[in-house]
């Protein structure tokens, strides 16, 4: 899962909804994603919360290492946006210290 927000200056109108985020290392592309809106009408502070396939990210995820991953998004305008994390994917059993 990925939840991306935006800076205040965007609406959702502004967010391509047709097309898939995509989340890399893979092009694994979302397979759900929502736009939420602010929770006040007066701030803007969209986001979009994405659902990505389980199978298909851990057979890019290395165990137990620490992995840049970028999720990209398209405007409505066509330019693009990302947003990027680390994570670790870490296998039941393991320990945390290794």
Sequence with gaps: MAVMRLPELFVKHDI???EPLVLYPGAIEAAEQYLIPPARPA?????????????????VMPDNADVQITVIGRFSTGQYFYG???VRVIS??????Q
């Excluded at 039941?92 to 210290?97: F, L, R, S, T």
């Design 92 to 97: 039941p059993g393991d320990d945390e210290e």
């Design 43 to 59: 701030q803007s502070d969209l986001r979009i919360h994405a659902v990505f396939d389980k199978a298909e990210l851990l057979g």
């Design 84 to 86: 990027t994390d680390t």
């Design 16 to 18: 391509d909804a047709y």
